[in-house]
């Protein structure tokens, strides 16, 4: 198995817009954080769970930061229009 590759914090700042707390569409009770794009486009998500595991975030801008470290490279490389 393949050891994921993320993004760099830079780029990753640069290309999302929004990170959205919502409940999972096929999965009561689980939430997650949606990762949306300048375009509106979701490029991923994260378990709410696991995230909030792995830090002691008292306020949403701290998730979104951490989350901004784990972009994966696959969520931006999908087109020509990367190019």
Known sequence: MEKPRFIPYEEASKIVA?????????????R?????????RSICWFDAEDVEAEIEAEEFTEVKDHILHFIPDWAVSSGPEDS
């Open 18 to 30: 929004e990170v959205v707390e919502m409940e999972h569409p096929r999965e009561d009770g689980k």
């Open 32 to 40: 997650i954080f949606s990762v949306y794009d300048h375009t509106g």
